[in-house]
């Protein structure tokens, strides 16, 4: 099976300009990324803040320039900015912050029916298309008439996945799904998004730090730090052995009503580097509780833990035993 989204070794270089007496420097964000997305599946992208994650959604959806690799959609390479448009009717973005990414200026009945219009799509009625839209996501078609400061999070999100869904797309990429929720209006918008995935045969990429909303929605998870993927696999493969003491260490940090479930023992040690600093050798080891001299020298290798289970790590083997 062709996978829909197909990412290979892709790199993203930012430009710092001239530094006093040395020629042009560039701040390295992706390095190495691959991965793909199966059609009608999900893919959760997982880490920390600065770990690269909206850097790589950005690229996908061709709004960050590449610095090398390949982006594959549907088999079709995209290389030219002519390539990104031709696809984006089949992609779709859900925003971190639902109510800042609707016009103020705009009626969510305009702010769902907008993409016709940008796309140059010619529907019956802008008033009937917004009335389906958002019966689609569970909200009356009186919402229309509403301006986005009167809606509550729950229904700004909703109105955001109607936008999302509008032009039926193949892959809607969702930048931290129940950011700001309350845990019961949580559970509704995942389970909206599972029901739209079911009904309409879409793909996610779900960009998230939380390992439970990922473990419950998604098919496969790819652990992003410091713009590089260090684990990847299938998400109970993953829950049941992470090869990657990061990823074990995210695990670990789930909030566990219980205390003596806790592990410590795998507690994220710091803050993550800057990129201006990146450690050399593989570049966890100024926080992972098991490096050792290697580590601080020597990237690691991938190493294959298991069917479409994989992990950068120099002792994957080691940190994938225990509980």
Same mark, same amino acid.
């Given at each position: 099976?062709?996978?829909?989204?197909?990412?290979?070794?892709?790199?993203?270089?930012?430009?710092?300009?001239?530094?006093?007496?040395?020629?042009?420097?560039?701040?390295?964000?992706?390095? /190495?990324?691959?991965?793909?997305?199966?059609?009608?599946?999900?893919?959760?992208?997982?880490?920390?803040? /600065?770990?690269?994650?909206?850097?790589?959604?950005?690229?996908?959806?061709?709004?960050?320039?590449?610095?090398?690799?390949?982006?594959?959609?549907?088999?079709?390479?995209?290389?030219?900015?002519?390539?990104?448009?031709?696809?984006?009717?089949?992609?779709?973005?859900?925003?971190?912050?639902?109510?800042?990414?609707?016009?103020?200026?705009?009626?969510?009945?305009?702010?769902?029916?907008?993409?016709?219009?940008?796309?140059?799509?010619?529907?019956?009625?802008?008033?009937?298309?917004?009335?389906?839209?958002?019966?689609?996501?569970?909200?009356?078609?009186?919402?229309?008439?509403?301006?986005?400061?009167?809606?509550?999070?729950?229904?700004?999100?909703?109105?955001?996945?109607?936008? %999302?869904?509008?032009?039926?797309?193949?892959?809607?990429?969702?930048?931290?799904?129940?950011?700001?929720?309350?845990?019961?209006?949580?559970?509704?918008?995942?389970?909206?998004?599972?029901?739209?995935?079911?009904?309409?045969?879409?793909?996610?990429?779900?960009?998230?730090?939380?390992?439970?909303?990922?473990?419950?929605?998604?098919?496969?998870?790819?652990?992003?730090?410091?713009?590089?993927?260090?684990?990847?696999?299938?998400?109970?493969?993953?829950?049941?052995?992470?090869?990657?003491?990061?990823?074990?260490?995210?695990?670990? %940090?789930?909030?566990?009503?219980?205390?003596?479930?806790?592990?410590?023992?795998?507690?994220?040690?710091?803050?993550?580097? /800057?990129?201006?600093?990146?450690?050399?050798?593989?570049?966890?080891?100024?926080?992972?509780?098991?490096?050792?001299?290697?580590?601080?020298?020597?990237?690691?290798?991938?190493?294959?833990?298991?069917?479409?289970?994989?992990?950068?790590?120099?002792?994957?083997?080691?940190?994938?035993?225990?509980?």
């Amino acid at each position: 099976m062709t996978a829909l989204l197909s990412v290979r070794d892709l790199a993203v270089d930012l430009p710092l300009g001239r530094w006093f007496g040395g020629g042009a420097r560039a701040l390295n964000i992706l390095a /190495g990324v691959t991965m793909d997305l199966q059609p009608g599946r999900t893919l959760g992208l997982v880490g920390e803040s /600065g770990s690269g994650k909206t850097t790589l959604a950005r690229a996908i959806l061709g709004l960050q320039p590449v610095s090398g690799g390949t982006l594959r959609f549907d088999g079709a390479e995209l290389r030219r900015s002519a390539d990104f448009r031709a696809i984006r009717r089949r992609t779709a973005l859900m925003f971190q912050d639902a109510t800042a990414s609707l016009s103020p200026r705009m009626t969510v009945g305009e702010a769902v029916t907008e993409p016709f219009v940008i796309h140059g799509i010619r529907i019956a009625s802008r008033r009937g298309k917004a009335a389906e839209l958002l019966a689609e996501v569970g909200l009356p078609a009186e919402m229309a008439a509403r301006y986005p400061h009167e809606l509550s999070g729950g229904q700004a999100r909703r109105v955001g996945v109607a936008r %999302a869904l509008a032009l039926k797309p193949s892959l809607v990429i969702a930048d931290e799904p129940t950011a700001g929720l309350d845990v019961s209006v949580q559970a509704e918008i995942l389970n909206l998004m599972a029901d739209l995935k079911d009904r309409h045969g879409l793909s996610y990429l779900v960009i998230t730090h939380n390992l439970a909303l990922v473990r419950h929605v998604a098919d496969r998870i790819a652990v992003l730090y410091l713009g590089r993927l260090v684990e990847t696999g299938p998400t109970r493969a993953i829950f049941a052995g992470p090869g990657h003491p990061y990823t074990r260490s995210l695990i670990a %940090a789930e909030p566990k009503p219980d205390p003596r479930q806790r592990r410590t023992d795998l507690a994220i040690r710091g803050e993550i580097p /800057g990129i201006l600093r990146r450690p050399p050798g593989c570049e966890f080891h100024t926080r992972c509780p098991v490096a050792r001299d290697i580590c601080r020298s020597a990237a690691p290798a991938l190493h294959d833990l298991g069917p479409g289970h994989s992990v950068r790590c120099h002792f994957p083997e080691t940190t994938s035993k225990g509980g």
